[in-house]
């Protein structure tokens, strides 16, 4: 079993959707968790950065981590056409971040 | 935020030949730099850390003296893949962590050896 589990997609919205990305992970001991987005043929860069469990909102974005169901979640609100890429969870509770495989989305006009 | 460069962005060598990508911390001090490779529609996978004045870990399975890996200052982390062979080819990144737990990653570097 991967220690982050995360749905490859692609997940395909339209314009003003909601859209809810979602990671499992098995390591009770993760205590950060962090949303990344990619864009194609470029580094990650960091969207959403949270301690332990609870909820964390940036404007459009929300995150939650769960850590009794061991579940991260990253909801982006009226999605845009910009908001197209791929969303890497990552977590860690030392230097080493782990990354989930990346979910694909897809915002359609 | 903080920025990172890196260097070459692209890079194509023929297989047998040593590349050499830079990383660069440009508006912070980087105790500490993280090297990772991507292949297509696969995760990141760390391939090693390195420390300002150390020498660098490697993760499980790395080969250390096939990925040199140099941080010789608080704003500069090299990687260089010695004779470079076809399935070296991957998407080479490099995050830098200053001060807080905050990871900043470079643009990235696609490297193809042919």
């Known amino acids: 079993q991967k220690e982050v589990e995360q749905d490859p997609g692609p997940l395909s919205v339209p314009e003003g959707a909601i859209v809810s990305l979602n990671c499992t992970y098995s390591n009770s001991a993760f205590q950060y968790f962090m949303w990344y987005r990619q864009y194609s043929r470029k580094g990650p860069e960091l969207l959403m950065y949270?301690?332990?469990?609870g909820n964390k909102e940036d404007g459009r974005f929300t995150a939650q981590v769960d850590k009794s169901s061991k579940y991260i979640s990253l909801f982006i609100r009226d999605s845009q056409p910009s908001d197209s890429a791929t969303y890497l969870c990552?977590?860690?509770?030392?230097?080493?971040?782990?990354f989930g495989t990346g979910t694909r989305l897809q915002v359609f006009p | 935020g903080a920025v990172v460069s890196q260097h070459p962005s692209r890079v194509i060598c023929k297989s047998g030949t040593s590349v050499k990508i830079e990383c660069r911390s440009l508006?912070?001090?980087?105790?500490?730099m993280f090297w990772y490779r991507q292949f297509p529609k696969q995760s990141l996978m760390l391939m090693a850390t390195?420390?300002?004045?150390?020498?660098?870990?490697?993760e499980q399975g790395v080969e250390k003296d096939k990925f040199l890996i140099n941080h010789a200052s608080l704003t500069l982390s090299t990687l260089t893949v010695t004779s470079a062979h076809p399935e070296d080819s991957s998407f080479y990144i490099c995050?830098?962590?200053?001060?807080?737990?905050?990871?900043?990653f470079g643009e990235g570097s696609r490297l193809t050896v042919l």
């Open positions: 990552a977590m860690t509770n030392t230097d080493k971040l782990i």
């Open positions: 995050s830098a962590r200053g001060g807080t737990r905050e990871l900043f």
């Open positions: 949270t301690y332990s469990s």
């Open positions: 508006d912070f001090q980087a105790t500490t």
């Open positions: 390195s420390n300002e004045g150390s020498k660098a870990t490697y």
